[in-house]
C-alpha cells in the first residue's frame, strides 16, 4: 500500500487531478445505475465541499499578503510614480481588455448551454434560494444612485470585510491603500513590515500548495457528486469541449494577434513579425514550465537581446508583470466563470457581469504563480457574484494544458509591455 502510495504522489498533479476526474465520473456513474446516490452524498461529496472549503479559507490572506508584496516591491515612491505608475496602468489595461474579450466570447459562444436543458433546470432548483437572493439584490441596486458602488469598494471597517469572502473587493481596497502608505514611509520603518509580509507570503504559498495537494480527491468527490446532479448526461462532455476550445481560441488571439498589434501601433520601430519570432522561446518555455516566475529569466534575456529594450525598464517592469500581469489567467477567469453559471443554469444581471469585470481584474493580480493557484481565485470570484464555488469541479480536470497556454499569454504581455514603456521611457529621458 505505500508502495501504491508513493507512485501516486511521484505522478505530476495535474495528472493526479485527471485521474480524479475521471475516477469520479466512474464512481458516479456506477452509483447511478446501482441507485448509490445517498451513498455517494453522505460519504464522498462532503470530502469536496472540504476541499472548496479549503481554497474559501485561503482567498482573503492570500489575496491581501501578494498585492502588499508585490507593490511594497516597487522600492520607493519616485520608481512607483515615474515607472510604476505607468506600468501598472498599462498592465491594468491588458488586464482589462483581456476580460472583456473573455467575457464577450462566453457571452457569445455560450457553451454552458449545450447542457441539456432538463438537467439544468433540475440543477437550478437546487439553487433556487441563490438565485432568488441576487434577483432581490438586483432590483435594490436599481433603486441606488450612481455613486453607491463606491460604498462596495469602501469599507467601513476592514474586519468585517475580511470576515466575508463576498467582500473582497473592499479587502483589495485596503491592502493597495496599505501597500501605497507602505512606500511612502522611510526605509528603517518600512523595512521590517515588508520582511513580515515577506515571510507571510512564503508561508502562505505553502499553504496554498497544502491545500492544491489534496485537490485529487476533491475533484473525486465532487466530479462524483456532480455526475449524479446530471444523471450522466453526456452533454455535459460535449458542452466542456466547447469551453476548452473558446478559451485556447481566446489565449491565441491575444498572444498572436492582439499583443504584436499594439506593438505595432505603440513600438513603430519593431515589425511584428520580428516580435512573435523573438517571443517563440519564451512562450514555449512558460507552456512546459506553467510558471511565469520559472520563465522571468529567459524573458528578461530575450526582451533585452531580441527585442532590444534597456535593462533598467525590463528588470523593473518584467518582474512586476510576474506579480501583477495576469492577462490570459484574466481572460480565462471570465470565460470559466461564464461557463459556470451557463452549466448551473443562473442568468447573471447586468451589475453581476459589471462585477465580475471589475473583480476579475483586480484579483487576477493576487493569483499565486504555482500550478493550481488559479482555484483559490476562481472560488473567490464565484462567490462575490453568487455562484457555488462546487461549480469548480466542472473545469478543474481539463485546466492543466489551458493553465500552460495562458502562462504564455501573460509572460507574452510582460515582454509586450517592457517595449512599450522602454520606448516612452527613452523618449521622456530625452
Not at 187 to 200: E, Q, T
Not at 288 to 315: F, G, H, M, Y
Not at 354 to 383: D, K, Q, R
Request: charged share 15%; proline share 4%; glycine share 6%.
Amino acid at each position: 500500500m505505500k508502495n501504491l502510495t508513493k507512485r501516486f504522489t511521484a505522478i505530476p498533479l495535474y495528472i493526479q487531478i485527471l485521474i480524479g476526474m475521471i475516477l469520479g465520473i466512474i464512481i458516479g456513474i456506477i452509483a447511478l445505475r446501482l441507485n448509490g446516490e445517498k451513498l455517494i452524498h453522505d460519504w464522498l461529496v462532503p470530502w469536496g465541499q472540504l476541499f472548496i472549503r479549503l481554497l474559501q479559507l485561503i482567498a482573503i490572506p492570500l489575496v491581501f499578503v501578494t498585492l502588499i508584496k508585490g507593490i511594497a516591491g516597487l522600492k520607493d515612491v519616485q520608481t512607483f510614480s515615474r515607472l510604476g505608475i505607468k506600468t501598472m496602468l498599462l498592465y491594468l489595461c491588458f488586464i482589462s481588455a483581456s476580460v472583456v474579450f473573455g467575457m464577450g466570447l462566453g457571452l457569445t459562444v455560450k457553451p454552458g448551454m449545450l447542457v441539456n436543458r432538463e438537467t439544468v433546470s433540475e440543477i437550478k432548483e437546487r439553487y433556487e434560494s441563490i438565485i432568488a437572493e441576487k434577483a432581490v439584490a438586483a432590483e435594490e441596486v436599481k433603486d441606488q444612485g450612481p455613486l453607491n458602488f463606491l460604498n462596495d469598494i469602501v469599507p467601513h471597517n476592514i474586519v468585517r470585510a475580511a470576515s466575508n469572502n463576498s467582500n473582497m473587493l473592499q479587502v483589495i481596497f485596503f491592502a493597495v491603500m496599505f501597500a501605497v502608505a507602505l512606500l511612502m514611509v522611510s526605509k528603517d520603518k518600512s523595512k521590517p513590515v515588508v520582511a513580515l509580509f515577506n515571510g507571510l507570503d512564503d508561508i502562505i504559498m505553502k499553504m496554498v500548495d497544502f491545500i492544491i495537494r489534496a485537490a485529487p480527491l476533491g475533484v473525486t468527490a465532487l466530479m462524483a457528486g456532480l455526475v449524479m446532479d446530471f444523471k450522466g448526461d453526456i452533454s455535459m462532455f460535449s458542452a466542456l469541449g466547447v469551453y476548452a476550445l473558446t478559451v485556447v481560441v481566446a489565449m491565441l488571439v491575444i498572444m498572436f494577434i492582439f499583443y504584436p498589434l499594439v506593438i505595432a501601433l505603440f513600438v513603430r520601430k519593431m515589425r511584428m513579425k520580428d516580435f512573435i519570432r523573438a517571443m517563440y522561446p519564451v512562450q514555449l518555455f512558460a507552456f512546459t514550465t506553467s510558471s511565469s516566475a520559472a520563465t522571468l529569466p529567459i524573458n528578461l534575456e530575450t526582451t533585452q537581446r531580441e527585442l532590444k529594450v534597456s535593462e533598467d525598464v525590463a528588470s523593473f517592469v518584467l518582474p512586476m508583470g510576474v506579480t501583477i500581469n495576469m492577462d490570459g489567467t484574466a481572460c480565462y477567469q471570465a470565460v470559466a466563470i461564464l461557463f459556470i453559471a451557463q452549466v448551473l443554469g443562473i442568468d447573471l444581471s447586468l451589475s453581476q457581469l459589471v462585477v465580475l469585470l471589475v473583480m476579475t481584474v483586480l484579483s487576477s493580480i493576487g493569483t499565486p504563480g504555482i500550478p493550481g493557484g488559479t482555484y483559490v481565485i476562481l472560488a473567490m470570484v464565484l462567490m462575490s457574484i453568487g455562484i457555488p464555488a462546487e461549480g469548480l469541479a466542472l473545469i478543474i480536470g481539463i485546466d492543466r494544458p489551458l493553465d500552460m497556454l495562458r502562462t504564455s499569454v501573460n509572460v507574452t504581455g510582460d515582454a509586450t509591455v517592457a517595449c512599450i514603456i522602454d520606448r516612452n521611457y527613452h523618449i521622456s529621458s530625452t
